[in-house]
């Protein structure tokens, strides 16, 4: 596929990263109540941080505290350890596994990966400014020095319960391997997302329902080459993260983690 310019709109973590002080805004949600029939909703993906927030705005998001969880998407990274402030708050860390949400005290926290049992490999360690707000930090790429840079993902996340019988989904693409995508219903081959490249985000809003959902190379048709298929089950008033993640090609990478889609509950 012809390379793609990527719309980065996660934050790699590099230096001394403030995160969600502004917040991400996440496109593609519609009022629209969409069926199997008819075409869905098609997500945005994410536009980059406000660097206008007023300090108003700023001062009332540090009230409260900040609510964070991690998911282990790195498929070449073994179990792993997490710590915060040199305190370990998740241990034994397997991929595919999202944690619960931890409660922070808004502020400057320095957040830590090593290999489970054994902090002198430390993987990821820096210093995260966080505001009274909800995040996932997503641990992806990979440890192999030839492949996609190891580097967690910071994502502000919506914890808001979606209307009626709507449930609001959101896409994270975590695969190292694999090239953009669209997401596209199995029934009528409508484009739940489109031109998701790694690295990136898209959410939408749909009815609930049972789904199946196809992963494809994406194009400008949404009729790319499928890569997976597999069954989504979404509830009315919740919202969900789905994260794409694995190998496209296990056979050529360093572990045999296959191309999944790795699915987590936002919403109480």
């Known amino acids: 596929m012809a390379d793609r310019t990527r719309r980065r709109v996660l934050a790699a973590l590099g230096g001394t990263v403030a995160v969600g002080l502004a917040g991400c805004s996440q496109g593609g949600d519609s009022g629209d109540t969409p069926t199997e029939t ?8 994410t536009e980059g941080m406000d660097d206008e927030t007023t300090e108003g705005d700023m001062d009332s998001e540090m009230d409260g505290s900040a609510s964070v969880r991690v998911a282990h998407l790195s498929p070449d ?6 710590y915060v402030d040199g305190s370990a708050v998740l241990e034994d860390v397997a991929f595919t596994d999202v944690s619960g949400y931890l409660e922070l005290a808004p502020g400057t926290h320095t957040v830590e990966i090593t290999a489970a049992g054994d902090m002198s490999t430390s993987v990821f360690e820096q210093d995260l400014e966080l505001a009274a707000a909800d995040y996932t930090i997503a641990a992806a790429g990979e440890l192999a020095e030839d492949g996609q840079a190891f580097s967690p993902l910071v994502l502000e996340d919506d914890r808001e319960t979606p209307g009626g019988n ?8 975590a695969a190292p391997d694999a090239p953009a995508v669209d997401v596209t219903v199995n029934a009528t081959g409508a484009a739940i997302f489109d031109d998701v490249a790694y690295g990136e985000t898209a959410s939408t809003t749909v009815e609930s329902n049972d789904y199946t959902i196809q ?3 994406a194009n400008e048709n949404d009729d790319g080459q499928i890569v997976l298929d597999q069954d989504l089950s979404l509830n009315g008033g919740t919202g969900y993260t789905v994260f794409a993640a694995g190998y496209l090609s296990p056979d050529d990478e360093p572990t045999d983690e296959a191309l999944q889609l790795v699915v987590a509950q936002d919403t109480q």
């Open 38 to 45: 008819d075409a869905m909703t098609e997500g945005e993906t």
């Open 77 to 82: 990274a073994p179990n792993v350890d997490v």
């Open 166 to 173: 709507m449930s609001r989904v959101r896409l994270v693409h």
């Open 215 to 217: 992963v494809r190379a």
